[in-house]
């Protein structure tokens, strides 16, 4: 259906968005509503399943069984997370063939943080910490995104975020309560998170071309500079209560504004990982590529079993 042609519908969807109201699978709404959710909803749905990877590589050497079972717990929670996104997106009309075949070639996106590699067992610790903590940031203002399943969706899964902060972060205070060799190891990670934290917020404001008609809809709440800001002055005390630093010189507290100041993070960075030129892209996408062909007998029988069920309770077989 055309915009164009539904005038009566679309006041309809703006007076509800407007009232903060929310928008369900089966209401009318404006194509490129439904085509900017399927985007983003897909492109956070592909953000947990590929952030499984880094994370994953320390399940088999994690220095404890302790901290093993606390890892596959926190990984699991990740897959849960894709699927109930996954399911949003289909409210939409999205097929979740279709999405993950967009992700294998590349033609959808998924949080660049995930193309850094996680070089020591502190990185566990730091990407609770910094990586969920700015998820956090991001999506805690999504349960109240205009578009009702991806709301609730967002609800249960911020709720399993801030576990994830914690196990993070009560995991860097545990190696800070160590050796100097573990304090070591933890500063040295923040120093390599901190900056591609700070880029899961996004582009700045004044190229962030998409934002206007986001926060106009109400699936976005706040701009990407407003979260930025929120999650270094939420981040430095943590900091210092850790014991550790950010490698940013220009950070300091601004009496006037109430807030932190802080340095650019390196867009141009953030655009050539964006693209595909990150550390790890390749491997990640050949990675998921490849779980994805190792699945295909699953999704065959449980096709053939769900068809055989079908076909009983017909009374056929
Ligand atoms: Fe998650
Ligand atoms: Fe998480």
């Known amino acids: 259906m055309l915009e164009t042609e539904s005038p ?77 996104l996954y399911a949003a997106a289909a409210t939409l009309g999205a097929d979740r063939t279709d999405l993950t075949e967009k992700l294998i070639s590349g033609r959808q996106k998924y949080s660049s943080i995930f193309n850094y590699p996680t070089l020591t067992f502190a990185d566990v610790g730091v990407i609770g910490w910094l990586v969920d903590g700015a998820a956090i940031c991001n999506q805690v203002p999504l349960c109240r995104t205009s578009y009702g399943p991806y709301a609730r969706a967002m609800i249960r899964v911020c709720k399993e975020e801030s576990f994830h902060q914690r196990q993070g972060y009560e995991l860097l205070m545990t190696m800070m309560r160590g050796s100097d060799n573990q304090r070591r190891m933890v500063q040295e990670s923040v120093d390599r998170w901190w900056w591609p934290s700070l880029m899961m917020f996004g582009p700045p404001d004044d190229s962030s071309p998409n934002t206007e008609r986001s926060m106009a809809w109400r ?15 939420m981040s430095v005390p943590q900091a210092e209560a850790l014991g550790v630093t950010f490698p940013d010189p220009e950070l300091r507290w601004n009496e006037e504004r109430g807030q932190h100041d802080f340095g650019t993070p390196d867009f141009a960075e953030l655009m050539r990982v964006v693209k595909g030129n990150g550390p790890c892209n390749a491997e990640r996408i050949e990675h998921r590529r490849r779980a994805h062909e190792d699945g295909d007998w699953v999704r065959e029988a449980a096709a053939a079993y769900a068809a055989k069920r079908a076909a009983r309770a017909k009374g056929v077989a």
């Open 8 to 84: 009566e519908l679309e006041a309809e969807f703006t007076a509800t968005v407007t009232a903060d109201g929310r928008i369900e699978p089966r209401d009318w709404m404006p194509d490129a509503y439904r085509a900017t959710l399927i985007r983003q909803i897909a492109q956070h749905a592909h953000s947990e399943i590929i952030g499984m990877q880094p994370e994953g590589n320390w399940i088999s050497r994690a220095p404890s069984l302790r901290r093993k079972a606390i890892l596959l717990a926190k990984v699991q929670d990740e897959a849960g997370h894709g699927l109930y």
């Open 219 to 233: 699936i976005k709440r706040h701009t990407n500079d407003e979260l930025r800001q929120k999650f270094v002055d």
